[in-house]
């Protein structure tokens, strides 16, 4: 299994899905599992029931998803912060597309979707997991000023 990991708008879908087309597997997107299961969307289920139940419910999915059929999957910014999560990544291939706070800014400027963009201490929230991302990861690439794929040639190259 390939994982990507890494901040809000680093571009894990966007090169996920290319990996996944260029590897003829099937792409998955452990948000979408989530929303699946739950019947609702990630910002109704933040609203309704708060993050830590929203963490409850992904790291269930994420758990599932990589225990499932081989795949390229996309975790959710925040998925890493479980141990639980850290342990069942260890017997896959963890990528972390390493985004800079700025980058990230800019990326998901007006998004209203993501819940977490809007909590105070954004900038500490990205330094604190860009520390659990390059721990876990076995492979971390660079995506500030480069095309998707050109980034998923090196996951590639690199894997
Ligand atoms: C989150 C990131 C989101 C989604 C949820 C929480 C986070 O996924 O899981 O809004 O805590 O960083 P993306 O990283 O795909 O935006």
Redesign the pocket.
Known sequence: MIVLVG??GAG??TVGRLLADRLGLPFVDT?LVIEDRERRT?PDIFAADGEQAFRDV?QAVVADVVAGPEAVV?L????CGRAATREVLRAHTVVHLDVSFEQAKARTAGDTY???LHRPGLAELHASRRVVFEDIADLSVRTDGRRAETIALEVLDRV
Request: glycine share 20%; no cysteine; charged share 25%.
């Open positions: 901040f809000m894990k879908t948000d990630v992904e996309s959710g910014g925040g998925a993501r819940p977490m």
